[in-house]
């Protein structure tokens, strides 16, 4: 007889009954009721130890040898307490760095979901950036602001960060009050004079490394360039080509910003210098095999100087300078513009391979061109956009 799935309990029963019957022919009942003989014996057996309902069993068996032991579970989910936004695989560096040896990083992830602290697996991952990487630390600070957050008494916290290309480690994160220079260039030397200098910066093209009219020269720029710091400017409209900075912000707003509010200035810092050792020192990173940042880096040899050296030029050298309230230098008894960020520094003009044109240098770097040929004055050179991926 079929089988109905609404009164499978009552089959059951029905079977054991007929079955008890004096004379009862146990397996051709078997086949009438479609189970196979070891089934029926079974329900046999049920009935007689008193099981009068013979419902469905858990089918879990009875020891679980290869389960993680409660330890593991425990000291997995501790972890994650602790940094809600990680996921298993830095959840198991942790575990492998305090000595215990982890499951697969998909029973990490399977303990975490089993205590309800996510969810599955991401259906739709992002498509993967192309990446480049600097060979050793501080050849290449990323540098910039994250989005403003709005403080609960109405002010707003202009995150400046800092992310080393090499070990993905953070040399600085602020809570700022302005994007302004001025703010920058004192954090900055707060920064070096902990960890030395940099190479070079790669910034993107807004303030205050670039000026809104597309201008790449700014007080800060030449700053730095005093320091022996070079910056570098991506691609307008590319933030993929800062990759590792865009996911430090992303990292940042997940495990720091995320559904939390400061009071002001002093305590959005606090909590930035907290979670800025945890990242640093303690957070697992993917990019470096589960290993935190600082296993990679080391503060630079190039220390903070005294004060700064304006460019030398050698003494044949046609050299102008900049009035300190008109961003002009005089050459042939004509004006020529050069960039505001040079008023009051000293510039060497040269000639270039074509006859009549002239490079206007602030030490090797070429900021304005001179072209006798025309009849006015041309405007100065921005720095030329750099590629995706510096070299």
């Known amino acids: 007889m079929p089988w109905r799935e609404v ?33 029926g014996y079974k329900w046999l057996a049920r009935w007689a130890a008193g099981d009068g309902d013979l419902g469905d069993r858990s089918r ?7 389960r993680c032991s ?26 492998r760095r305090d000595g215990l040896e ?58 400046l960060t800092i992310v080393d290309d090499h070990s ?21 030397t707060r920064t070096f004079r902990r960890y030395g200098l940099p190479q070079a910066f790669f910034v993107d093209n807004g303030q205050p490394w670039g000026e809104p009219g597309g201008e790449r020269w700014t007080r800060l ?31 940042l707003e997940a495990e720091v910003l995320d559904l ?11 909590a930035f210098d907290r979670w800025r050792e945890i990242y640093n020192h303690q957070r697992p990173h993917e990019a470096l095999g589960q290993n935190p940042p600082a296993s990679r880096y080391r503060p630079s040899a190039r220390a903070m100087p005294g004060c700064l050296l304006d460019p030398h030029y050698d003494s044949g050298e046609i050299v102008r300078v900049v009035s300190t309230t008109k961003a002009y230098v005089s050459f042939k008894g004509r004006l020529w513009r050069v960039p505001r960020a040079f008023c009051g520094e000293r510039l060497a003009i040269r000639p270039l391979t074509r006859d009549g044109t002239y490079g ?30 510096p070299d």
Request: positive net charge.
């Open 260 to 270: 939390r509010g400061f009071s002001d200035l002093g305590q959005a810092q606090i």
């Open 60 to 66: 879990r068996p009875h020891a679980s040898p290869g």
């Open 221 to 251: 720029c030449v700053w730095l360039l005093k320091l022996g710091v070079e910056v570098w400017h991506s691609r307008p409209y590319h933030p993929q080509s800062r990759g590792k900075i865009e996911r430090f912000h992303r990292t």
């Open 360 to 389: 206007v240098f602030f030490a090797s770097h070429k900021v304005a061109t001179i072209d006798l040929t025309k009849p006015k004055t041309v405007s100065h050179l921005s720095e030329q956009v750099s590629a995706i991926s």
């Open 102 to 159: 982890p499951p697969a990083v998909s029973t990490v992830h399977a303990i975490l979901r089993r205590h309800g602290r996510i969810d599955g697996f991401p259906t739709c991952p992002g498509k993967a950036w192309q990446r480049f990487e600097k060979a050793e630390p501080n050849q290449l600070w990323q540098m910039d602001f994250k989005g403003w957050v709005k403080l609960t008494g109405g002010e707003r916290c202009h995150p």
């Open 7 to 39: 009164s499978a309990m009552e089959e059951r029963r029905e079977f054991v009954r007929l079955a008890m019957m004096e004379g009862a022919n146990r397996r051709e009942l078997c086949r009438r009721f479609g189970i196979s003989a070891d089934v």
């Open 70 to 95: 409660e330890r593991i579970e425990a000291a997995a989910l501790s972890v994650r307490d602790a940094h809600p936004a990680w996921g298993a695989r830095k959840i198991a560096a942790c575990l």
């Open 168 to 188: 993905r480690f953070s040399p600085c994160l602020r809570a700022c009050a302005d994007q302004q220079g001025v703010t920058v260039k004192a954090e900055l």
